[in-house]
């Protein structure tokens, strides 16, 4: 069983988007539609201190961007096994 790094990746806005995105399904994390999702969630207001100090609605806003980056195909889909 491998181990997980707790620093993989070693900033924690990645790590959170990371973790969102696999709770969301069916999405890859490449690193550069990560920096987008990050870039448009500080353009709309988001913060990330106030993610980290616990801020619902910064949470929400965040969701919100991954959700509409994940419908309109700026995210890479997963290939499914045949």
Excluded: C, Q
């Excluded at 969102?20 to 448009?40: Q, W």
């Excluded at 353009?43 to 100090?53: D, M, T, Y």
């Amino acid at each position: 069983m491998p181990t997980m790094n707790p620093t993989d990746p070693p900033r924690a806005d990645y790590r959170f988007v990371k973790r969102l995105l696999s709770m969301t399904g069916g999405v890859e994390e490449r690193k550069e539609e990560v920096d987008n999702v990050l870039k448009v969630f500080g353009k709309l207001g988001g913060s990330w201190e106030r993610i980290f100090r616990g801020s619902t609605k910064d949470i929400h806003l965040l969701k919100e961007v991954i959700k509409y980056a994940k419908k309109e195909g700026h995210l890479t889909k997963n290939k499914l096994w045949v």
